[in-house]
């Protein structure tokens, strides 16, 4: 059975590491927002350059240009049987937007996984990671605003996702592998 799945998430649930682990487990490719506008800046693409443009500026990439590299990247060969998104959709636009990709291909999300995430717990995850890194941009506002953010955003989408009875819900919180079991337990038979 092909996995066709979102992982929403706050920022430092974990999300990223554990996308890689559940996409090699699942035989599908990891495909994250940050992953495709960076290779459409690095390859020089149309997109890329006009993405760029929007990130110089400190702007937002707007959707229009965010739902066609995500398009694009959907359409290729190692994304037919399967896929994992991270970090896509972020609005209900962009929901609608994934429904029509979708749609036009003959195919249907199998699953939405959120891992949810104590909040003090993320923020001292980022504040150690913004440390670690040397952002020192990364202040604990800046990181509870970040997260304020993610739910005022997500909130909507799993609504959503919840209504269409694809939103699976996983304690993000624990030993990496721990979280891994708990994902590869809620996906059932498709995670194996």
Known sequence: MSTRLILLGPPGAGKGTQAARLATRLGVPAISTGDIFRANV???TELGQLAQKYMNAGEYVPDEVTNQMVAA???EPDA???FLLDGYPRTE??????DSILTGNGHELTHVVELTA??????????????EQGRADDTESVIRRRLDVYVEQTAPLVRIYAGRGLLVQVDGMGDVDEVTARLADALGSSAG
């Open 80 to 82: 037919a049987d399967g």
């Open 118 to 131: 104590d909040t003090d717990e993320v923020v001292a995850r980022l504040l150690n990671r913004a440390e």
């Open 42 to 44: 690095s390859e020089g």
């Open 73 to 75: 990247r959907l359409a």
């Open 93 to 98: 636009a962009q929901v609608s937007e994934l």
